[in-house]
């Protein structure tokens, strides 16, 4: 059973469920379910009864290993279920399509990583240099406001981005997923509007150009984001915070309430020439 953006959300209480998280049927996934991962192993990390179930699949957990998602939950204290992984041996070279995932815990460690293996991981995915560097200022502006909204803020003691990308080389495809266990668009915009009533409404204030920053009044860096990944890219934009969930192409906004998430899960998918 493949998971993915496409129905993740219909299958999440199979995946999620009290502190499990349960990929045992599961198929290939996309960056977005792996980001997803990815939060609710921060949220669950302190649980007694938490517990990581990797698929039945051998060649999904080759997909896990490439993704290096050992290396991400050795972090968070879920050794004692990483026993598969660890076993499994696998040439990344012949897999350059999937990239690892990326935990920069602090500003400078990212935009050293933005500039050398974000840029490359652009690069190897097969895009011209133009891209690249457009694809690159994306991911840039994504991190940038993670620190941005979340320095001196943090609610639990993991902090940072978590970048993964992926490449769909038939359809000439890129999705980058930026995550973090942060405030949230609610818990950053509360201060400049304490109406805000859901995490969709809040999702659509910042995409709209508004910042909960002290001392700003706008924000461009999600207009940008949205301008350069929808005309540029002929992409889509995808925001879940909270339990709040907007997705953005060509044909507007789409929200949805959703089940919570810790922080923000944001990504772009971007089509290239």
């Known amino acids: 059973m493949d998971i993915t953006f496409y129905n993740i959300y219909e299958k999440s209480s199979e995946i999620f469920n009290g502190h499990t998280i349960n990929l045992k049927k599961c198929g290939w996934c996309d960056p977005w379910t792996m980001g997803l991962v990815c939060l609710k192993a921060i949220e669950y990390k302190d649980s007694p ?19 290096h998602l050992d290396w991400f939950l050795e972090e968070l204290t879920y050794h004692e279920f990483l026993k598969l992984l660890a076993e499994k041996a696998i040439v990344e070279r012949e897999n350059l399509n999937i990239h690892e995932i990326m935990h920069c815990q602090f500003r400078d460690d990212f935009g050293a990583r933005l500039s050398s293996r974000i840029r490359m991981m652009f690069r190897n995915f097969g895009m011209n240099a133009d891209d690249e560097s457009r694809a690159t200022a994306l991911v840039g502006e994504l991190g940038n406001n993670v620190f941005d909204h ?14 993964l990308g992926q490449h769909n080389p038939k359809k000439k495809q890129i999705e980058v997923v930026v995550a973090d266990p942060g405030i949230g668009f609610r818990g950053s915009l509360k201060v400049l509007d304490p109406s805000l ?18 001392d700003e009044r706008r ?22 915070s909270g339990s709040g969930l907007v997705v953005v192409d060509k044909d507007g906004q789409k929200p949805q309430t959703v089940f919570p998430v810790i922080g923000t899960l944001a990504s772009f998918v971007v089509r290239y020439k």
């Not at 659509?204 to 508004?210: A, F, N």
């Open 219 to 240: 924000g461009n860096g999600l207009r940008v984001i949205q301008d350069w990944t929808i005309n540029k890219f002929d992409g889509i934009v995808k925001i879940h």
């Open 49 to 67: 009864d938490k517990k990581l179930i990797l698929p039945d699949d051998q060649d999904v957990v080759a997909y896990l290993k490439r993704m």
């Open 197 to 214: 009533t859901s995490d969709i409404e809040a999702i659509k204030l910042g995409l709209s150009g508004v910042t909960g920053r002290v």
């Open 150 to 163: 979340n320095e001196g803020a943090w609610p639990t003691n993991v902090r940072g981005a978590i970048i």
